[in-house]
């Protein structure tokens, strides 16, 4: 059988939630830096019907709602740990960073039906599995 509903897997900080097809994010944690760089690993399989598809990573550096800095960048499949660095920019320098947003996701696809899923069904195995994104290492640069 087919699986009715799909969303990417997500890892992140502090709560998230998705209502009338819009994410939506927290607070996130309390933070009080303002780092010029993320940098961290990676390895990503993306789903074997979707050779377009990538993961994404996103920091958004917050003052109560307000995104003061930001970065955010798909990473494409690979069989090895893979650096990645995030410059992140930022757009409102008079505000102090308050809360710190990290958000990685399995698939760069915004809906349901566009993400994709194999299905496994044998003897030893019966699942629906997409892409696999596994990150280590995170640390900040300033």
Do not use: W
């Not at 819009?22 to 010029?36: C, D, K, L, N």
């Not at 920091?59 to 690979?78: K, R």
């Not at 044998?122 to 892409?131: I, L, M, N, P, V």
């Amino acid at each position: 059988p087919s699986i009715g509903n799909r969303s990417a897997g997500k890892l992140f900080l502090g709560t998230y939630s998705y209502a009338n097809g819009q994410e939506i994010y927290a607070e996130g944690v309390a933070f009080t830096s303002r780092p010029v760089q993320m940098q961290g690993y990676y390895k990503y399989e993306n789903d074997s019907q979707d050779a377009a598809e990538k993961g994404v990573v996103t920091v958004q550096i917050m003052n109560g709602d307000t995104e003061i800095g930001t970065a955010s960048a798909e990473l494409d499949a690979t069989g090895n740990y893979t650096q990645f660095t995030l410059p992140i920019q930022y757009r409102r320098p008079e505000l102090n960073a308050t809360h710190l947003r990290i958000m990685f996701s399995s698939s760069n696809h915004a809906d349901e039906a566009s993400i994709k899923a194999t299905n496994y069904n044998s003897k030893d195995e019966c699942c629906s599995r997409g892409a696999m994104l596994m990150v280590d290492n995170l640390t900040f640069s300033y």
